[in-house]
């Protein structure tokens, strides 16, 4: 089993629907959650960061962390063709240095 | 302008052949790491710095070195660089270990052939 995992899709959204983007992760001691973007041949950029079970919304992206599920998403409304992009899920397991990314969700929002 | 800054931005080597990517930033930050990229695996940590004179394995650091002799700089040292080397690599950045915003540089393309 991977230590992180994502559906690496394409997940296919119409403009200003939902995109629910899903992560799971192995090590049920991790502490810290990470929702990076990618636009495509560029460098990854921080969206948002969760530590504690429940919802933290930054305007239209909203993290859901669930630690008994082992399961963290990302929710954007209101999606925009600029959101189109690859999503990367990271966790740090134990306070330290160490970040395991996912392998990334592909969000393609459609016109 | 707050950045990461790495070099070079593209390179192409022979087997056996070391080199050294540099990655510098301008921002006092503590915590410094190395990425790798590859399609299908997304990306993996080759090592890390929580600070000056400390470094830690991340998941894939066998055939990289690295030194942090000063805050700014974090250079990744490939001793005989070998074609599964090849990849994309980032250098990252961030005030205090992984709990805090973390700046990319833009990416280093590596080929050994």
């Known amino acids: 089993q991977k230590e992180v995992e994502q559906n690496s899709g394409p997940l296919s959204v119409p403009e200003g629907a939902i995109a629910s983007l899903n992560c799971t992760y192995s090590?049920?001691?991790?502490?810290?959650f990470f929702w990076y973007r990618q636009y495509s041949g560029k460098s990854p950029e921080l969206i948002m960061f969760i530590y504690s079970n429940g919802d933290k919304e930054d305007g239209r992206f909203t993290a859901q962390l669930n630690k008994a599920s082992q399961y963290v998403s990302l929710l954007i409304r209101d999606s925009q063709p600029s959101d189109s992009a690859t999503y990367l899920c990271a966790v740090n397991p134990n306070q330290g240095g160490k970040l395991i990314f996912g392998q990334g969700t592909e969000l393609s929002v459609k016109p | 302008e707050a950045q990461v800054t790495q070099n070079p931005r593209y390179l192409i080597t022979v087997t056996g052949k070391k080199l050294t990517v540099t990655c510098s930033q301008n921002m006092n930050h503590e915590y410094m790491s190395w990425y790798r990229q590859d399609p299908g695996l997304g990306l993996r940590q080759i090592y890390y710095?929580?600070?000056?004179?400390?470094?830690d394995k991340g998941d894939v650091p066998e055939g990289y070195k690295v030194s942090r002799k000063e805050k700014r700089n974090f250079p990744l040292i490939l001793e005989s660089p070998s074609p599964n080397q090849t990849s994309l690599y980032f250098c990252?950045?961030?005030?205090?270990?992984?709990?805090?915003?973390?700046?990319f540089g833009q990416g280093t393309r590596l080929t050994v052939v």
């Open positions: 090590d049920r001691g991790s502490q810290s």
């Open positions: 990252a950045s961030s005030p205090t270990g992984t709990n805090t915003e973390a700046f």
């Open positions: 710095s929580m600070n000056v004179e400390v470094t």
